[in-house]
């Protein structure tokens, strides 16, 4: 028996097209989705639009069209949108479909079997967001002037006066809501957005709430009949809100197995504007009919240009999620790279519930630091070294180096349990960053297994051991390309062909518990990988700046990364250094600077320095020598363990951050793109460079 996983997005207004925030939603879902899928479990993921609603008629009034001309035009360019960015395996639902129209309908008529006086006809008289398609009473405005105004849209709201509606008693379920949520902690999440739910509910007194509208006909018609002869349309959050449970009903019956099968493990993704309607209204509506509840409201936070939220009423704001994708296609492999770079961006920077500001500083901070950097070097390194050394030393799994104890063999193996066990939980409560920093813990990891077990002078010594080595090497990458999946697919599935895996993605959990016991098959030895994620030097970024921020007014696009100095050294110049070219040195000039390779023993943050580490490293005298670095910024200093470096060792000592500096490393590049100088095989510490 499979677990079923039901996922849902919010269904988007069509009164424009896509924009980040919604690509937002739709590729955590698509994440979660792909996660749960691997493991096995039943998956179901639903996303669509909601076309119903005064919004959507002023916007088809004001281009000169129906609403259903309008709603036939935009629909499918979500769908076209979200096919175009790789979501996947996904159903897609429209409020006109006839099949959903009938399952509001039946809800409407449950409701007043069920409880007939929970739905009566009374007068609205009141405050109306038609960008919210919201009531609001003044407590929730703000005033400007003899304006009111909604917070979310920051414009004018309407007045409804003395319209007849039909109402539904949300009153009678406070304390019905507040029940469910005490006994179900993970019900609203993450938990701040509970509290706001809880606080609401003890606080304000809940009002009755307006389900039907009869000033615009764009809806589905209230199924009772208004004995003064009103055509009444039902109100859009009611039609909207069934739509997860409608997509489960085939033949428009409340009752069916899919529905019995699924809802129960319902989660609603979507940003926290709507969380009321999430939280309150539809848990009161489906109470109310006697059905069950969904398993939780999944909130996140917005995402923001220079502070603004984006959103299609602030053009300024409106990042397209292709253009983006696009731009970040830079390497060899194409948009699908694009694509896994901006899904990697927005799941890693912001712990899901957090507002996040979008700004190519971070975006490119990530590219380098995280993706061409710490991954793209692992998936490199691993092949380089399986493609040159396996003929000779072919990957078998030796047991006996996993007898335990200290060895880098084991450590690995332990890291690889700890990390498949601890991104699953994270992904199965839904935290993709934290997910994603437990894996970047575990490349960083396998990353330094190669700098201390130095394969290629275990082939200079014709160690025995390089065959078990690469194995690892072989095992830590398809461990790594499997966990990538939900949040990288395309990248995960170029390692997978590289490694000669071509089954499906799956959890690599092994045998008993161990992961590298799972061989997935004969593993190719002799891929020449391509790079997967090129480093974004600053010609590459004013490109992706220009590409995706030249439709927007001066000032108004996401903040670019201010221009960089050509080169830097990794600490501060000496005053008076300047990076300009000195002119013709002679021999003696170049003879008088002691370079030496040093080897990094130890590495570690310098309190409250950003910028600089704090090494020491083996010149090959008596003593390792401290030396204070200026390059936190690219490199963290367990993968700087193990590193050979170029050191100037007679540059005079400097106090730097209470520390005597007793020289300098030689540094490539600025900040994220900063890249250290490398000697491509092991050579004694203290050997000088000339
Ligand atoms: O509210 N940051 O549709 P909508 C993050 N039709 N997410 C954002 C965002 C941003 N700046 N902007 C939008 C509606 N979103 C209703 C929903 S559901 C029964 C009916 C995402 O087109 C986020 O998920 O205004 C938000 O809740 C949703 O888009 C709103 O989309």
Same mark, same amino acid.
């Given at each position: 028996?499979?677990?079923?996983?039901?996922?849902?997005?919010?269904?988007?207004?069509?009164?424009?097209?896509? &924009?980040?925030?919604?690509?937002?939603?739709?590729?955590?879902?698509?994440?979660?989705?792909?996660?749960?899928?691997?493991?096995?479990?039943?998956? @179901?993921?639903?996303?669509?639009?909601?076309?119903?609603?005064?919004?959507?008629?002023?916007?088809?009034?004001?281009?000169?069209?129906?609403?259903?001309?309008?709603?036939?035009?935009?629909?499918?360019?979500?769908?076209?949108?979200?096919?175009?960015?790789?979501? #996947?395996? +996904?159903?897609?639902?429209?409020?006109?479909?006839?099949?959903?129209?009938?399952?509001?309908?039946?809800?409407?008529?449950?409701?007043?079997?069920?409880?007939?006086?929970?739905?009566?006809?009374?007068?609205?008289?009141?405050?109306?967001?038609?960008?919210?398609?919201?009531?609001?009473?003044?407590?929730? %405005?703000?005033? #400007?002037?003899?304006?009111?105004?909604?917070?979310?849209?920051?414009?004018?709201?309407?007045?409804?006066?003395?319209?007849?509606?039909?109402?539904?008693?949300?009153?009678?379920?406070?304390?019905? %809501?507040?029940?469910?949520?005490?006994?179900?902690?993970?019900? $609203?999440?993450?938990?701040?957005?509970?509290?706001?739910?809880?606080?609401?509910?003890?606080?304000?007194?809940?009002?009755?709430?307006?389900?039907? @509208? *009869?000033?615009?006909?764009?809806?589905?018609?209230?199924?009772?009949?208004?004995?003064?002869?009103?055509?009444?349309?039902?109100?859009?959050?009611?039609?909207?809100? *069934?739509?997860?449970?409608?997509?489960?009903?085939?033949?428009?019956?409340?009752?069916?197995?899919?529905? /019995?099968?699924?809802?129960?493990?319902?989660?609603?993704?979507?940003?926290?504007?709507?969380?009321?309607?999430?939280?309150?209204?539809?848990?009161?509506?489906?109470?109310?009919?006697?059905?069950?509840?969904?398993?939780? $409201?999944?909130?996140?936070?917005?995402?923001?240009?220079?502070?603004?939220?984006?959103?299609?009423?602030?053009?300024?704001?409106? $990042?397209?999620?292709?253009?983006?994708?696009?731009?970040?296609?830079?390497?060899?492999?194409?948009?699908?790279?694009?694509?896994?770079?901006?899904?990697? +961006?927005?799941?890693?920077?912001?712990?899901?519930?957090?507002?996040?500001?979008?700004?190519?500083?971070?975006?490119?901070?990530?590219?380098?630091?995280?993706?061409?950097?710490?991954?793209?070097?692992?998936?490199?390194?691993?092949?380089?070294?399986?493609?040159?050394?396996?003929?000779?030393?072919?990957?078998?799994?030796?047991?006996?180096?996993?007898?335990?104890?200290?060895?880098?063999?084991?450590?690995?193996?332990? &890291?690889?349990?700890?990390? *498949?066990?601890?991104?699953?939980?994270?992904?199965?409560?839904? /935290?993709?960053?934290? /997910?994603?920093?437990?894996?970047? !813990?575990?490349?960083?990891?396998?990353?330094?297994?190669?700098?201390?077990?130095?394969?290629?002078?275990?082939?200079?010594?014709?160690?025995?051991?390089?065959?078990?080595?690469?194995?690892?090497?072989?095992?830590?990458?398809?461990?790594?390309?499997?966990?990538?999946?939900?949040?990288?697919?395309?990248?995960?599935?170029?390692? %997978?062909?590289?490694?000669?895996?071509?089954?499906?993605?799956?959890?690599?959990?092994?045998?008993?518990? @161990?992961?590298?016991?799972?061989?997935? =098959?004969?593993?190719?030895?002799?891929?020449?990988?391509?790079?997967?994620?090129?480093?974004?030097?600053?010609?590459?970024?004013?490109?992706?700046?220009?590409?995706?921020?030249?439709?927007?007014?001066?000032?108004?696009?996401?903040?670019?990364?201010?221009? !960089?100095?050509?080169?830097?050294?990794?600490?501060?110049?000496?005053?008076? /250094?300047?990076?300009?070219?000195?002119?013709?040195?002679?021999?003696?000039?170049?003879?008088?600077?002691?370079?030496?390779?040093?080897?990094?023993?130890?590495?570690?943050?310098?309190?409250?320095?950003?910028?600089?580490?704090?090494?020491?490293?083996?010149?090959?005298?008596?003593?390792?020598? *401290?030396?204070?670095?200026?390059?936190?910024?690219?490199?963290?200093?367990?993968?700087?363990?193990?590193?050979?470096? $170029?050191?100037?060792?007679?540059?005079?000592?400097?106090?730097?951050?209470?520390?005597?500096?007793?020289?300098?490393?030689?540094?490539?590049?600025?900040?994220?793109?900063? =890249?250290?100088?490398?000697?491509?095989?092991?050579?004694?510490?203290?050997?000088?460079? @000339?």
């Amino acid at each position: 028996m499979t677990t079923p996983f039901y996922i849902t997005t919010p269904i988007y207004y069509v009164n424009d097209v896509p &924009h980040l925030g919604h690509a937002y939603t739709t590729i955590v879902a698509d994440a979660l989705a792909r996660f749960h899928r691997m493991r096995g479990d039943d998956t @179901r993921f639903l996303t669509g639009t909601d076309e119903h609603g005064q919004k959507v008629e002023e916007a088809a009034t004001k281009r000169g069209l129906t609403p259903q001309q309008l709603v036939d035009q935009v629909a499918p360019r979500f769908d076209e949108c979200w096919k175009t960015i790789g979501i #996947d395996g +996904y159903r897609f639902i429209r409020t006109t479909d006839a099949k959903h129209k009938l399952v509001v309908a039946n809800l409407w008529k449950r409701i007043r079997e069920r409880n007939p006086e929970d739905i009566y006809l009374a007068t609205y008289q009141g405050w109306y967001c038609v960008g919210c398609e919201a009531f609001y009473t003044e407590s929730q %405005l703000v005033k #400007d002037g003899d304006t009111w105004s909604c917070t979310t849209h920051k414009k004018p709201v309407a007045w409804i006066d003395k319209e007849r509606s039909w109402f539904f008693r949300l009153s009678k379920y406070a304390k019905p %809501l507040l029940a469910h949520i005490a006994a179900h902690p993970e019900f $609203i999440r993450p938990t701040q957005y509970r509290n706001e739910i809880v606080s609401f509910l003890e606080k304000e007194e809940l009002r009755d709430l307006s389900i039907s @509208r *009869t000033s615009f006909a764009w809806g589905i018609p209230a199924p009772d009949p208004d004995p003064e002869g009103l055509a009444h349309v039902i109100y859009v959050w009611m039609d909207a809100l *069934t739509n997860y449970y409608s997509d489960l009903c085939p033949d428009g019956s409340l009752e069916s197995a899919d529905a /019995a099968k699924y809802f129960p493990h319902a989660i609603h993704l979507i940003g926290k504007d709507i969380l009321r309607f999430h939280s309150v209204y539809w848990p009161a509506f489906l109470m109310a009919a006697g059905l069950p509840l969904p398993h939780s $409201i999944l909130a996140h936070g917005w995402w923001t240009v220079r502070g603004e939220k984006i959103s299609k009423s602030m053009p300024a704001t409106r $990042i397209d999620p292709v253009t983006l994708s696009d731009a970040l296609a830079v390497g060899p492999l194409g948009r699908p790279i694009g694509i896994d770079a901006m899904r990697y +961006y927005l799941m890693r920077e912001v712990p899901l519930g957090n507002d996040g500001d979008f700004t190519f500083e971070s975006l490119f901070g990530r590219f380098n630091a995280d993706l061409a950097n710490d991954l793209g070097n692992l998936v490199n390194r691993s092949l380089t070294l399986i493609g040159k050394f396996a003929a000779e030393f072919p990957p078998v799994c030796d047991d006996a180096q996993f007898a335990g104890g200290e060895n880098p063999h084991w450590q690995l193996e332990t &890291h690889a349990f700890q990390a *498949t066990n601890a991104v699953a939980r994270e992904l199965e409560l839904c /935290a993709p960053s934290k /997910a994603l920093e437990q894996l970047w !813990k575990f490349i960083g990891q396998a990353n330094r297994y190669i700098d201390q077990t130095q394969p290629w002078a275990m082939a200079k010594a014709k160690d025995p051991v390089l065959g078990h080595t690469l194995w690892c090497l072989q095992r830590s990458l398809w461990t790594i390309a499997q966990m990538i999946t939900p949040v990288l697919p395309s990248t995960s599935a170029t390692i %997978l062909g590289w490694l000669g895996d071509a089954a499906p993605a799956r959890w690599p959990i092994g045998a008993g518990g @161990r992961v590298f016991t799972l061989a997935p =098959g004969v593993l190719a030895t002799d891929a020449t990988p391509s790079v997967l994620f090129p480093r974004l030097d600053e010609p590459m970024q004013a490109a992706i700046v220009t590409k995706v921020a030249g439709e927007y007014a001066a000032g108004a696009a996401p903040a670019a990364p201010a221009p !960089k100095p050509a080169a830097k050294a990794a600490v501060k110049p000496e005053a008076g /250094a300047t990076d300009a070219p000195a002119g013709p040195i002679t021999y003696e000039d170049f003879a008088k600077l002691e370079l030496r390779v040093g080897k990094v023993l130890t590495a570690a943050a310098v309190p409250k320095k950003d910028r600089l580490l704090h090494l020491t490293v083996d010149l090959g005298e008596a003593k390792p020598r *401290t030396i204070v670095a200026g390059i936190a910024e690219a490199y963290k200093p367990e993968a700087l363990v193990g590193k050979q470096v $170029i050191v100037v060792a007679n540059l005079a000592p400097r106090k730097m951050a209470g520390l005597m500096s007793e020289g300098m490393i030689l540094a490539a590049g600025d900040e994220a793109i900063l =890249g250290l100088s490398a000697i491509d095989h092991d050579v004694p510490p203290g050997t000088r460079v @000339r």
